[in-house]
């Protein structure tokens, strides 16, 4: 396993899904993958190191990662 994923609440803004989404705000709950170097999506092959990636919720739900959103901390 190279990508790791949890749910997160931002602190801060992020950009969401590559950009391709509005920003998440402050506050609001949103997906959190980490990949590593090797990893089959191959981001963090060129970084050299870990790469974190911020997926908005109506993506992580639209991809069926609904269920790590019933784990609300
Ligand atoms: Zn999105």
């Not at 998440?24 to 790469?51: Q, S, T």
Request: glycine content about 10%; aromatic content about 10%.
């Amino acid at each position: 396993m190279t990508v790791t994923t949890r749910l997160r609440r931002a602190r801060k803004r992020h950009i969401a899904c590559g950009g391709y989404c509005p920003d998440i705000k402050p506050g609001d709950l949103y997906l959190e993958h980490k990949e590593f170097p090797g990893g089959e999506a191959g981001w963090a092959d060129a970084a050299g190191h870990p790469v974190r990636t911020a997926e908005c919720r109506a993506c992580s739900e639209r991809y069926g990662r609904a269920h790590y959103f019933k784990e609300v901390p």
